[in-house]
């Protein structure tokens, strides 16, 4: 009886560490890139919109984002449409990224004219506008055209981009200097 | 005693620590804010990209071995289904199972002390009484001291460290006794475990010297030197791990120390007087508290490692400005298997039967049953005097906080948590989703992303949310959760 109990005890532990073997294995060969998706509360209208609105459930994945305790620059901040932001409603990269970036995607296809950046300069210091980046179409298989920005200054920056059936947009921002950290308060797709 | 009734009396007090402590987790706040973020809250982050981080982690002062065996568990446990509140509860409950480790070290730490003490003494068992005796004392001990119980439900480094020495301290006392031919798996255990130990929590490196000390005096050289080398590989793989995680081996350790030691930093989080640690034990226990520290005293040929080991963490503690009960939780046990293994060793002989040819006199009976009575009293009575003056910790993390911010994450139309006290929730892991939980600011009240605030009731905070249309549609004690009235 012991015995028997004995050896039932030693397999169910044995299947315990080997689930826990698995999970350590798939924890080490994690990345976890932040995904959220907002809920939609309205459909899309027949004219041309910003896509990218809080309020048609877009999908925002970043690479980082600030992340202390009393400082969360999250990146749902970028489609929250807000006109006059805090200093907190911006997305802003982790310190250890060194090659930030950002995608906005949204529930169907939609064809892109214009992306519209808002960049920290406009509400903070000018400095914190990201000079260098580029702007990629996000495609349903793949991606479309992108416009590669050097030198921005402009601190709520407008940039062509015809895109047909796009899925989203995507930013690569390129840190102002080696300690430097991305800020970025709303990013805004127009079209169809 | 046979086997048998001795294995279901073992089982039986495994049963009861572990209903305690599921009651503890059901019942006792949380004791410390660093179980969730600094622990559990990198583990998630690295698997779901969103999580806070404190500035221990940013300044890369922690090590990952916990975090890395938590997340472990959180990915395997998400297999079947598992995710916020309740994949922080099943953590949760299965940090009690491990906690159940402490029990039966318990007993064989109870037995080891008794065994020893009644070799010692003038009115020896002849059998292996002392041992059973000893053994069910330390076990229940172990099994219902309050501070125990609870801290055994929080995912923090001082329990499994706690019991990473607990054990090395029991398997060197047993080693001692063995005789020369003790087994070499068994100097391996105790390097094993003091490694872990100590890899845990640094503080507890008095228990090494402890070991060390006692293995030399016992002569055990040959053992002495496989638990130095097994010790030294087990603390060998924190150091590898700070390497591949840091890129510096030992880079947390190096940096926990030079902050908190050379540069004194730990004096940012409170400064207490040296004799702290004096009064919150005789807070704990203000009627026997003596009873305690007085029976290992009185065995201290035997109790020594056990009593050396605490006394010198406590002085270590002493001499650092910022003090906390759990850094402090290792005594606990230490004291209460010393005092399990002097008291089995003195009732045991008080208890031994005539045999079956001599019946024992009616007086004989009531002579044992009062010995029996005195001694399951008096341990009863450290039991029931720390359940009495159990205050709470330090920080007031009230259960109903986690429970509603838990609900918040299981509603579907949730995309923003306001949220009063940050460090009073269990992060982002607890709310099962990656949507901004930020402090509340009523700045961001016009924010249309934050659909629910999570308030206490009655404050401030409740007002100002109402007046920004925010209406009441949860509450649990204290708290209410508060939802944008436009999307209802």
């Avoid at chain 2, 009627?287 to 065995?299: D, E, F, H, Q, R």
Wanted: charged share 20%; aromatic share 10%; with cysteine.
């Amino acid at each position: 009886m012991i015995c028997r109990l004995r050896t039932a005890m030693a397999l169910v532990a044995a299947l315990v560490a080997g689930f826990w073997v698995s999970g350590l294995v798939a924890f080490a060969s994690t990345r976890g890139v932040l995904s959220v998706t907002l809920p939609r509360r309205r459909p899309d209208p027949p004219e041309r919109h910003n896509l990218a609105s809080w309020d048609l459930g877009p999908t925002i994945r970043a690479s980082s984002y600030h992340d202390d305790l009393g400082t969360q620059h999250h990146p749902a901040f970028l489609v929250d449409g807000r006109a006059f932001p805090d200093p907190i409603e911006k997305w802003a990269s982790s310190e250890r990224d060194r090659h930030p970036w950002v995608e906005i995607s949204w529930r169907e296809p939609h064809d892109v004219d214009r992306v519209l950046v808002r960049h920290a300069g406009d509400r903070e210091f000018t400095e914190y506008t990201a000079r260098n980046y580029r702007i990629r179409c996000l495609l349903e298989r793949g991606v479309g055209p992108s416009v590669d920005v050097k030198d921005n200054r402009e601190s709520v920056a407008s940039h062509a981009i015809e895109c047909q059936r796009a899925r989203g947009v995507r930013l690569d921002i390129e840190p102002n200097g080696p300690t430097e950290i991305v800020r970025v308060y709303e990013v805004e797709a127009w079209g169809l | 005693m046979t086997r048998r009734t001795l294995q279901t009396l073992g089982l039986s007090i495994t049963a009861f620590g572990f209903l305690l402590r599921l009651v503890a987790l059901i019942r006792v706040q949380p004791n410390h804010p660093d179980e969730f973020f600094q622990y559990l809250e990198p583990a998630w982050r690295r698997i779901s990209g969103a999580g806070i981080i404190t500035w221990e982690w940013r300044e890369g002062l922690r090590s990952w071995v916990l975090p890395g065996y938590l997340g472990a568990w959180m990915r395997a446990l998400a297999w079947l289904g598992l995710r916020g509140s309740a994949l922080g509860l099943a953590l949760r409950v299965h940090w009690v199972v491990v906690s159940l480790l402490l029990v039966w070290a318990g007993w064989r730490g109870g037995a080891m002390i008794a065994r020893a003490e009644s070799i010692e003494s003038p009115r020896a068992a002849p059998s292996d009484d002392a041992g059973v005796v000893g053994g069910i004392l330390g076990a229940a001990l172990c099994a219902g001291f309050p501070l125990l119980v609870t801290f055994s439900t929080d995912m923090l480094t001082e329990l499994p460290s706690t019991i990473g020495v607990v054990w090395a301290l029991v398997i060197t006392g047993e080693l001692v006794g063995q005789g020369p031919t003790a087994s070499k798996r068994s100097a391996a255990a105790i390097g094993s475990l003091l490694g872990l130990g100590l890899g845990l929590r640094v503080q507890h490196a008095p228990a090494a010297l402890v070991v060390g000390l006692c293995l030399l005096a016992a002569r055990r050289y040959r053992a002495l030197g496989i638990a130095f080398v097994t010790g030294a590989l087990t603390l060998g793989l924190f150091g590898v791990v700070d390497w591949f995680t840091w890129g510096g081996i030992f880079s947390s350790y190096i940096g926990y120390v030079n902050f908190n030691l050379v540069q004194g930093g730990a004096a940012q989080f409170g400064v207490e007087p040296w004799y702290w640690y004096g009064v919150r034990y005789s807070n704990r226990l203000p009627n026997m508290l003596a009873v305690l520290l007085i029976v290992p005293i009185v065995g201290i040929r035997s109790t020594w490692p056990f009593v050396l080991t605490a006394t010198s963490l406590l002085s270590l503690l002493s001499t650092q400005p910022h003090k906390e009960e759990r850094f402090a939780l290792l005594c606990w046990p230490l004291l209460l298997i010393a005092w399990a293994g002097v008291v089995g060793a003195w009732l045991a002989p008080r208890l031994r039967s005539g045999g079956p040819q001599r019946p024992i006199s009616v007086g004989r009976q009531i002579e044992r049953g009062s010995w029996l009575l005195a001694c399951v009293g008096l341990g009863a009575g450290i039991l029931v005097d720390g359940a009495l003056h159990f205050q709470g910790t330090e920080f007031n993390l009230p259960l109903a906080r986690y429970e509603a911010q838990g609900w918040v994450g299981r509603q579907a139309d949730a995309s923003g948590l306001l949220y009063d006290d940050l460090l009073g929730g269990g992060g982002y892991l607890w709310l099962g989703r990656t949507f901004p939980q930020v402090e509340f600011n009523s700045s961001l009240l016009d924010n249309p992303i934050f659909t629910h605030a999570l308030v206490e009731r009655g404050s401030n905070h409740e007002q100002l949310a109402k007046s920004a249309h925010f209406v009441e549609v949860y509450s649990k004690g204290d708290f209410v959760v508060l939802r944008r009235a436009s999307r209802l």
